[in-house]
């Protein structure tokens, strides 16, 4: 049986150390501030937004909230986004996806001045991750990682699959495992034969967001698998892009749904907050 990759519990791990790195920032002084801009009303959206903002009230960093509403205009978000980057107590600007259709998506990220950038999505973030240098990393990606290392799952000489190719989570976990010496398939939506590829890889990272679409048949035997979907099959109960009833046998860990991949998102963005404070000031 595998081994279940517990993010809850690690997720609590990163939120203690990322408190304590904040006690340490405001004994220096330091106030490093969150700005999470949420436009219209999207239910999902909110609900993610909440969760965040009680992160920032258990790590102790100041949260600043901003909803606009459905019919806020380009030239409206960009302006905030301006003053936000221009504002000493704020460290790190989010601004929730999906943002309403009529917004440019691209315009936004892109205008986040990149250190503080706590999502990792900017350009220039991404950038540095393709060349290897330092940077604020996507949250996702990063929060899987640190789930590896907890587990002694090191991804050096290994086979990885990534079903996925976002710029949110499947291309940037490509990149971060290649500089960790693993092997790298992308797989995606034209990816002649999926369950074939799955088959070789010692480690599988599912970001397709297709409810249960990876089976355990899909699999080697004691590979490791990281469930990042999020999605409802035909009943609406909440599961995975894994099928966890038959991937769980074979697997040699795996991670649930939920209660494995979303709470290390959130914990990572209380980290990249406080990695955005350090580098603004220099630390």
């Not at 899909?218 to 966890?244: H, N, Q, S, Y």
Request: overall charge negative.
């Amino acid at each position: 049986m595998a081994v279940i990759i517990d993010g809850k519990a690690l997720a609590a791990k990163v939120r203690d150390q990322a408190r304590h790195d904040v006690d340490e920032l405001k004994e220096r002084g330091i106030e490093p501030g969150l700005a999470v801009v949420l436009v219209g009303d999207n239910q999902a959206s909110a609900t993610y937004v909440r969760a965040k903002l009680r992160d920032c009230e258990q790590c102790g960093i100041p949260s600043h909230d901003f909803k606009l509403p459905a019919d806020t205009s380009q030239v409206e978000l960009l302006e905030l986004i301006g003053r936000l980057n221009e504002d000493a107590a704020i460290a790190g600007i989010l601004v929730q996806m999906p943002l309403p259709r009529h917004l440019d998506e691209e315009a936004v990220v892109s205008a986040i001045r990149p250190d503080k950038d706590v999502d990792g999505f900017h350009p220039e973030n991404l950038g540095r991750l393709v060349r290897g240098l330092p940077g604020l990393r996507p949250c996702t990606p990063a929060g899987i990682m640190c789930m590896l290392d907890e587990h002694g799952i090191d991804p050096a000489g290994k086979s990885a699959v990534i079903v996925g190719r976002s710029s949110i989570v499947g291309k940037p976990m490509a990149l971060m495992l290649l500089a960790r010496d693993a092997t790298i398939t992308v797989s995606h939506s034209r990816t002649a034969d999926v369950a074939a590829v799955c088959q070789t890889a010692d480690i599988v990272v599912a970001a397709c967001g297709i409810a249960r679409m990876i089976k355990g048949d899909w699999l080697k035997p004691g590979a490791t698998v990281i469930d990042v979907g999020m999605d409802r099959d035909e009943a609406g109960k909440l599961c995975g892009d894994v099928d966890f009833e038959s991937a769980e046998p074979v697997a040699g860990a795996i991670t649930p749904v939920p209660g494995g991949v979303g709470p290390m998102t959130r914990a990572m963005l209380m980290s990249n907050v406080v990695l955005a404070a350090r580098m603004q000031h220099g630390l």
